[in-house]
């Protein structure tokens, strides 16, 4: 209850409800008082009333003679106007209607020739996987008129026929969609939601040891697998497989162009490749649940050895090139298969490649071959030592540099009558001017095979021998005995009066120990070009290739003479091949779905990446960060062992979380991009608002929750800018004008506002003090008389009326 001295207004409801009609009254603490009226009428506003020049009579109304006629007399009062024009429906903006049936009921494209548009985002790189709903609906458009003062119905009528452009203030403001705050309810597919879906594989992968063991009828699967966990039917794995397999473009792209600078940080496999795909296929085969997971990758696998058995090349991989640690194990055990296929086939078919033997060539000298690959950091302390003798197989000088010929002598008859006629074989040209220390005859550099590629699985047993043995550097020397014996085998038959000087100086020239240079320090180059004048070459062996029972020199007196092209190679395509083979079929299931996770988070992340959204460097860095958190994250699923628990599974769904904010991120301002390609500016401060609004919520179950009660940040749209948003507003078609009759004015190319507020306020001038008390002689004061608020539209309009008087 108001007190007697209350400056509160007090309100009354009166009529029906629905009509919210009030009366209120207030004291003012002065001489007068201020009276309220308000109104609604909820449907058939008249005609009259949906103008402004009826509006303004009915204001004058409240304070002219009733008998006068309003529109020959003036009045001068203040107005100011605010027109709210909204877009249509991005999917309701055109005369394309949707058949009721939707899909045909042969699984094709309804029958109807107005079923051509496409969806907004089909040229996003995520539309091969699935479609987004728009989360831009459309756009409010404020527009705002400053006061200015009206004297007759007149100025109203030419102010209704005013363009919006002419307004002092426009303002604009996205209509989000409720899918965006719909994640943690489901409702949103996308690849954050099979993500989801992938981690419970994950889960469930850890019940058997045997990946047929989930579609085996004969094996009891786990209990707690859900029955709704079926297997899709052969004919949708024959399409995917069909698609992973044969529809393949016939250049192969490169796996890191493109990629994110912190892709590679996450251990699985390029979005290009054979595997990167299969995963992107299993998260929508089926429902990504672990029976469908299980069958699809017996097919896989048993495509794959399809491919080997009959010579074909293995698609989406490539067939040369060094094995890419940095990927998860799969992936490497797919590049090492495409490998052998290539040089079983070349074998096949004795192509260019490939001698009659079988045996890859390289003219190259080999630098920091094979065992140049980092296995993994932490096995730094044996990986050191493993590398500590100086690459036993591998030549420490570029014959490049060197060559004054790089012409293949084949067999070549030595001319000098001096020397024996021996037979050169295998010559890949004369390296500069360095001679042979027992006969004045140039050095010749051999072709050599290539070196064998090892995958990780292969380094780590390596690493595993050498800590088993303890003298790393013998062992070392050991394992790369077949190397270092093939290169000093071509080097004999390409150098047939060569001693084991001569090869020590032309492999590692740092074990060569010049007589005119013997201080520290002085280049290698230096130490192995010697003039033709100065023969022979004066020097030695290092103190490690003097020493008694070098392993160098034993090599060096079993190796025979032959020329690569006459070894037996050092990489078996059959037997390693059947290796791989035997790796995939024989593969565990957790092992298995580790890989997957990885992968298809990496995948994934690299789709979303290759989105076009301009320049918002907000987004830019919130990939970043999605990246690093799942490096981070994803680190738990490399470890070589059955270790995850629940924290690691919490851990991850968490990740699938912040993934599905992210997406949400990207689909946005990928919209926000193509409405705003001629108004940048508007669309970066309307992402970054958005974005900044929900950053505390990074990370949450929360993200986006009540966007559309919430986030209604208005952006001001400068002069320059006003013709950009003024063509969203497209004129509307026929359909659309027989659905709705315009009965408004200040239209936006043919759209009426859907909402218009207006302020009237007449001002008078007193004489008497506002205050109780007397005013000094010739005192005036300008005071609001009458304010009338009206808002609505043509269906639904509401009045509020206050009136100050001093009675």
Known sequence: MLTPCSLWPAFVPVHVPSRKAYIGIQNMGTLYTRRFEADRIGSQVPLKLMHLEGLYELFVSKFAFSNMDLSMHLFQVNLKMKLTYRTLPYDEDSDVQEPEGGITEAGGSPKSKHHNRKPWDDDCPWSEWYSAEDPVKGFELLTAWSEKAIESSLEMAELENASPLEAEKWSISPCLSEILSADSDGKRIGFASQLQLLIDALLMSLETQFVEDFVSVEHSRPENLKSTAVIPPPTVLDRVLKDLFYEVEAAQPDSAEGDHKYSRTIKGAPLESLFGQFCLHALWVGDCNIRAIAAFWIEFVREVRWCWEESQPLPRMPANGVIDLSTCLINQKLHMLAICMDRKHQFNQKGPKADENGVFLSARIKADTEVQSVISSQDGDAQASCWECDSLSTPDQDPASHFSSFEHSGAVKLGDPEHSPCIRRGSAGVIGSMMLLKSYQNMHAPFTQDSPLMTEDMHEERLQAIEALGDSSRFSAQLEKDILSSDMS??????????????????????????????????QINAVVESTYDWPPRGKLSERMSEHGNLWRKIWNEAPPLSASEQKPLLDPNQEGEKVL????????????????????RATADTLNKTSFGGLKQMTTRIEQLYLTMSTTLRCLQTNSISVDAEDIKDLKRLCTTFAHVENLITLAASLHRKFMQAPRLSESIFNDYDNFHVPKLGTVSIGRDVQKVFNNEQEVRQGEREVIASMFTPPTANQLWRKVLSMGNLLNGHEPASREIIFTKRDHLCENYYVGHAPRGYQQEFETYRMYICGTSNDLGVALAVTSCD
């Not at 004999?492 to 201080?519: C, G, L, Q, T, Y």
Request: aromatic share 14%.
């Open 490 to 523: 071509a080097f004999k038959a390409a150098n047939p009066d060569a001693v084991f000087e001569d090869f020590i100086r032309w492999h590692s020239p740092r074990d060569w120990e010049n007589d005119d240079n013997m201080e520290k320090g002085v280049s």
């Open 582 to 601: 035997h790796y995939l079929e024989t593969l565990r299931p957790y092992q298995l779905l580790e890989q997957m996770v990885s992968t298809a988070f």
